[in-house]
C-alpha cells in the first residue's frame, strides 16, 4: 500500500495498526514512524489506544449482553467521531488540551441515547473523570518521553511495563537483593529451587554479577537478576515461557515475531530516562533486560553475552 495515493487514510491505518490488521512490515514501519513524527497522529494513536483497552477492561468485565454492549459501544463511537471532526476542523493540539475541559462539559451536558432508551450522560462523565482524563493528560503529559508503543498499551500483567516498573523500584531502592552472589550457577540454582524454573545468569563484560530478587504476580514466579559497572546497572526480568502461552503474563504478539526472526527485539525510549529495553528467549524463558546506557552500547554488550 503506497502512503502518497489519495486514498490514503492516516486514521484509518492508526487503527489497523492498533488492532493488529497491518500484516506488511514496511507498512507497519511507515505508520509507527508517521505516529512518532507528528504531534498530532502520536495524540491520535495514545487516545484511541487507550480507549480500546479501557473499554476491553472494563466492559467485558460488566458481563453484558451482545446487543446492550453493541448500543453502547455505538453510541461511544458516535460520541468519539463527533469529537474527532470537531478536534480535526477546529484545533491544533495545542488548542486542544487548552479546550478540553469545555469539550467535557459540553459532552457530559449533551443528551445521550442508547438506542431508544435515554440514559443519563452523567454515567459516562464519572467514567471520564476519574479514569479517562487523568490517563489521557497522563499519556499527553510533555514531560513524558514514553514512545515505545507497546509500553504505552501494556496493562499490568504485561512483561515489558512489569520490566520498566521493577526497573525504577531498583534504581529508587525499593528493592533489595534477596540473594547475595557474584557466581551465576549460585544464583541460576537459587532461582531453579526457589522459583521452579531454570533462570539465564549471563557473565557479562565489564559488569558484575551482585545477586537476584524473587517474587510473583497472581501466583506466577518471577526473578531479577542486577549487574552493576560502577554507577550503570543493568536489570534482567525472567520468568518461564510458559506465563506466556498460559496468558498469565503478556507480551505483544508483534514483539514475540521480531524475538522468533531476529532472535531479540530491542528498543530505547521506554520510560522518562530514555531506557533500553532487550527482550529474548533462552530456552523455556523469557528475558526482559533494562538499562541506563544508550541503545547501541546496550546492542554491543548484549551481541556479546547472549550466545
Known amino acids: 500500500m503506497d502512503l502518497n495515493t489519495t486514498a490514503f487514510n492516516i486514521d484509518e491505518l492508526i487503527t489497523s495498526y492498533i488492532d493488529n ?13 508517521m505516529i512518532a513524527g507528528d504531534a498530532r497522529l502520536n495524540s491520535k494513536y495514545k487516545t484511541e489506544l487507550l480507549t480500546k483497552n479501557l473499554l476491553q477492561s472494563r466492559i467485558k468485565q460488566a458481563e453484558l449482553s451482545d446487543q446492550i454492549y453493541l448500543k453502547i459501544t455505538s453510541s461511544i463511537n458516535t460520541i468519539v467521531e463527533q469529537h474527532k471532526q470537531s478536534y480535526n476542523s477546529e484545533y491544533s493540539v495545542s488548542e486542544y488540551r487548552d479546550n478540553y475541559w469545555r469539550y467535557l462539559v459540553e459532552m457530559i451536558s449533551a443528551p445521550l441515547r442508547i438506542g431508544k432508551v435515554p440514559v443519563p450522560r452523567y454515567a459516562f462523565a464519572i467514567f471520564i473523570l476519574f479514569i479517562a482524563v487523568p490517563a489521557f493528560f497522563i499519556m499527553n503529559s510533555k514531560e513524558s518521553k514514553i514512545k515505545n508503543p507497546y509500553v504505552l498499551a501494556g496493562t499490568e500483567k504485561s512483561i515489558m511495563v512489569q520490566a520498566v516498573n521493577e526497573f525504577h523500584n531498583v534504581l529508587d531502592g525499593k528493592c533489595k537483593v534477596q540473594y547475595k552472589s557474584s557466581n551465576a550457577a549460585e544464583v541460576q540454582k537459587y532461582v531453579n529451587d526457589n522459583a521452579n524454573f531454570k533462570a539465564y545468569v549471563p557473565n557479562i563484560d565489564n559488569y558484575s554479577l551482585t545477586g537476584c530478587m524473587l517474587n510473583e504476580y497472581n501466583g506466577r514466579k518471577l526473578a531479577h537478576l542486577i549487574y552493576i559497572s560502577g554507577d550503570d546497572i ?49 530456552d523455556n524463558v523469557v528475558c526482559a533486560s533494562i538499562t541506563t546506557m544508550p541503545k547501541q552500547d546496550m546492542y554491543n554488550t548484549f551481541t556479546s553475552f547472549i550466545k
Open 234 to 282: 543493568i536489570y534482567i526480568y525472567q520468568t518461564n515461557m510458559d506465563a506466556i502461552i498460559k496468558n498469565e503474563l503478556d507480551l505483544p504478539e508483534q514483539v514475540r515475531d521480531e524475538i522468533i526472526a531476529a532472535k531479540y527485539y530491542m528498543c530505547d525510549e521506554v520510560d522518562d530516562i530514555n531506557c533500553t529495553m532487550t527482550l529474548w528467549f533462552k
Open 21 to 33: 490488521q497491518i500484516s506488511d512490515p514496511a507498512l507497519r514501519k511507515q505508520v509507527e514512524d
